[in-house]
DNA sequence: GGCTAATTTGCAAGCGGTGCAGATTAGGTG
DNA sequence: CACCTAATCTGCACCGCTTGCAAATTAGCC
């Protein structure tokens, strides 16, 4: 997403209003890597001006996303996240605290798919799952890391399972 | 999922009855490779037991989905299918006509992942985009293709976008 | 300062999905 | 085979998320 300042051109630009609202969810969005969903942005945001409107909120984020500057991400269990990285990159959600953090991954072309039939392939979408550093250093101090593997760093017994 | 006769066998051995409303959705489900969404179940449904429940077909696919024999997919778009292959294997869906459409990878572990930051995968599921078959013949019928290229085949100028 | 179209707001309503309670029924038992 | 009971089905009310709508407000141009 651009920064504020830029959007604020770009929404000018197009005939669009600027207002106090809209500047705040801009700023609120800017670099954000937390993934938030409406409603925590609608926390936020009425603590910082209170009486903002759920709907505007809604409208703003679906006019962001409309005009490419945000993404939406439909995290497991469903609920609707905003993505304001709107490069090429993918994501790793956490099993236990369902937290997304942002990977990226450039070597997609090496992936050897079957049974495409046909489909030409334009873009991908990774979701990774497993434990986040911070789940997992709380599971290593109560019980041991058994034998779980990697999917990304392959152990040595490769293709051992299933 | 496992064949009709199977899951009669599962479920009763649960303590669960077996009703023909559950088995009409098992023969519905197997070998299903449309994912279909709960509404089109309910209407192949409908028209073979006229007066079957919305609320049983919700019911019935929830408890084969939390008995691992049924894979909830959240397509793009918002909308929930239900995908009764539960092997490790991925989607492809289509911009134009929506389908989802599975694909097998093997060589997920080659792929590089920066920015994971501690995280450890234990799974990925992927989601490609692009046109099916189908859908492509249509455009390459009217339209002539343009330098499109496939990310699962690198064209030559490789590393060339972006 | 004034004008006008864009925006905000609150509320009603739509949609997908679930909780509930009463009616029904699968399937074990004698 | 009739009976019994717990599991299931059904219909409806309801919930959470999201959008449509219309009146009130306001950004931004003159």
Redesign the pocket.
């Known amino acids: 997403m651009l920064a504020p300042a830029e959007l604020t051109r770009v929404?000018?630009a197009r005939?669009?209003?600027?207002?106090?609202?809209?500047q705040l969810l801009f700023t609120l969005l800017h670099d954000n890597e937390t993934h938030p969903t409406?409603?925590a942005l609608f926390a936020t945001a009425s603590k910082m001006m209170p009486?903002?409107?759920?709907?505007?909120v809604?409208?703003?984020l679906?006019d962001l996303a409309a005009m490419g500057e945000l993404q939406m991400v439909q995290s497991a269990g469903g609920s609707?996240r905003f993505d304001p990285n709107v490069t090429e990159h993918h994501h790793a959600q956490c099993d236990r605290c369902g937290e997304l953090h942002d990977v990226y991954v450039d070597d997609l072309d090496r992936l050897r798919v079957r049974n495409l039939d046909g489909f030409q392939t334009e873009r991908a979408r990774i979701v990774f799952s497993g434990l986040c550093a911070a789940c997992l250093s709380k599971t290593t101090r109560t019980q041991k890391q058994s034998n779980k593997r990697s999917i990304t760093k392959p152990s040595s017994n490769k293709g051992a399972n299933k």
């Open positions: 929404f000018r005939g669009l209003k600027v207002t106090p609202q809209r409406v409603e009486g903002i409107s759920l709907r505007t809604y409208q703003t679906n609707t």
